[in-house]
């Protein structure tokens, strides 16, 4: 991947939510991302559940927000697709949780700095990133304080996986598989979320 595709999926993630796959870049309109984002954050019905994972709550707002900054791909999502990237979060969160997953302030600040960095790798990151914060009235410094909460849970995320691949790969399981010395990791870990998503207690309302 070249880096200014990686750039700008880095922009991306911090502009939106964090944790998204985005595969390329539309025409942005951030005056317009933020209107709507406003408009869904002064709804009356925002804080409506909509679907429980394991008693975690997942409200019309977060659907919503996850809906919007999803919009700012090349693909497109249905409100099923949307449900499923929701509920797959809460099954990381609660499995972060589980495995008493922490991080320190130090590493928050350290690793949102590298998410910044890689914004700001190529002329064409930036200028997404600079056009951001113009539309949003903010400066770089304002912008990194508050994407310390999004950083959070993506480094809490990564440290999951990593804890979760250490323990297979010490495992006797693992040690007497056929697969022994070459696993998938992405796929470990998509598998296991997975599996973790089928046995989850999920209530959906209308």
């Known amino acids: 991947m070249k880096k200014t595709k990686i750039g700008i999926i880095v922009v991306l993630l911090l502009i939106a939510v964090g944790m998204l796959v985005v595969t390329a870049l539309p025409q942005l309109n951030f005056l317009s991302w933020k209107s709507s984002a406003d408009e869904i954050n002064n709804s009356q019905t925002s804080e409506r559940v909509i679907l429980t994972v394991n008693d975690q709550k997942i409200t019309e707002k977060d659907f919503e927000m996850l809906k919007l900054a999803l919009s700012q791909g090349s693909q497109t999502h249905d409100d099923q697709a949307i449900k499923d990237e929701l509920i797959r979060r809460a099954v990381i969160d609660s499995e972060i949780e589980n495995h008493a997953i922490t991080v320190s302030e130090e590493e928050v600040i350290q690793f949102n700095e590298q998410r910044f960095a ?15 914060l113009r539309a949003n009235n903010l400066t770089l410094e304002q912008y990194k304080e508050q994407s310390l909460v999004i950083s959070r849970k993506a ?3 990564v ?3 990593e804890k979760l691949v250490e ?4 495992s006797a399981e693992y040690k007497n598989s ?3 010395g070459g696993l998938n990791e992405d796929a470990f870990f998509r598998d296991y979320i997975n599996n973790k998503i089928d046995e ?7």
């Open 167 to 170: 323990d297979y790969i010490n």
């Open 155 to 157: 480094l809490l995320a």
């Open 118 to 132: 890689m914004a700001y790798q190529d002329e064409s990151s930036a200028a997404i990133m600079d056009e951001f």
């Open 178 to 180: 056929a697969n022994a």
């Open 200 to 206: 989850a207690i999920i209530e959906i309302y209308d």
């Open 159 to 161: 440290k999951l996986r």
